[in-house]
């Protein structure tokens, strides 16, 4: 799966100011990303997935398809806590044209390792595509281990994990031991040089939203081992990565992007607007770097 490795954006998903799905902002922001990242991955959790219903995610996926600048793969967010229909909703998605699966760890429940391992293994039973694991134990209360992600390797549709643990030794002790056709991407921006120095193979990355050129030349001065430059540029993004996420995400890069004019900076409940504190923090910030309007 080579074709996934690089930069993958985590697509926010546009609203106008009723809370519908704003298409002319999404297909602005299609093109803009098309401009430093390898793939589009759809209705994760920066897409507000968790607000939309199914039939909204088909419609933004189904976009994406018919408005893909560059015709870049397209991963595919299914997951959740209720391993049945999880499974289900697989089978019952029509995924032409999707080339892997961004499956989440399970949330809310915490389960033991054997149930992750357990869950992930049903996912990918009843899926022809690729599965992407994804460990984000901030937000599910669980961490899946190396250990397990070393079992879940083995099997053979499951190619890739995105970690966010944010432990780059968890990270490491699976790069040294991962199978060589497996993936591992960062879950977070401002590892993603740090993965590439130990074998990983990219990001799937908020930030790419806004600065898809940064990221781009992060890969690509990391393959040519320069990572002086590579590091200039990951170190670019340090003062505004914090106050992305301030005030829950995607609120803050939806705010860079209406500074882009490329859409505006509606979320759905449970995300609250920006805090009049954000927005000018957020102003401030991007004084000091450069940003083309959209």
């Known amino acids: 799966m080579q074709k996934l490795e690089g930069t993958g954006v ?97 949330y809310y429940n915490k389960p033991s390792q054997e149930g992750i391992y357990l869950h992930f293994k049903a996912v990918a039973e009843a899926s022809k595509l690729p599965i992407i694991l994804y460990n984000v134990p901030g937000r599910t209360s669980s961490n899946l281990t190396a250990s397990t992600t070393l079992r879940l390797s083995e099997i053979k549709n499951i190619i890739a994990v995105k970690e966010a643990s944010g432990s780059l030794e968890q990270c490491m002790n699976i790069s040294r031991k991962m199978p ?15 993965f590439y120095a130990i074998g990983g193979h990219g990001v799937i990355s908020v930030l790419a939203n806004v ?53 505006e900076e509606h979320c759905r409940l449970p995300l609250a607007p920006a805090s009049k504190e954000l927005k000018q923090k957020v102003k401030m910030l991007l004084k000091g770097m450069t940003i083309k309007k959209g």
């Open 10 to 106: 985590a697509l926010v998903t546009p609203f106008l100011k009723n809370k519908e799905v704003d298409y002319a902002g999404l297909e602005k922001l299609l093109v803009h990303t098309a401009k430093g990242v390898d793939y589009y991955v759809v209705m994760g959790t920066t897409g507000e997935s968790a607000t939309l219903t199914n039939d909204e995610k088909l419609k933004v996926l189904d976009f994406v398809k018919s408005h893909n600048p560059k015709k870049l793969p397209i991963v595919y967010g299914i997951g959740g806590n209720n391993t049945q229909a999880v499974v289900q909703s697989i089978k019952q998605t029509p995924l032409k044209g999707v080339d892997a699966i961004l499956s989440v760890s399970p």
């Open 180 to 194: 060589r056709d497996f993936m591992l991407i960062s879950g977070d921006d401002l590892l993603t040089l740090a």
């Open 211 to 263: 600065f898809p050129e940064t990221f781009k030349q992060i890969k690509e001065r990391s393959q040519k081992g320069d990572f002086k430059k590579a590091a200039a540029a990951q170190f670019s993004l340090l003062d505004i990565n914090g106050p992305m996420y301030e005030e829950g995400n995607p609120v803050g890069v939806k705010l860079v992007l209406k500074e882009m004019g490329i859409c």
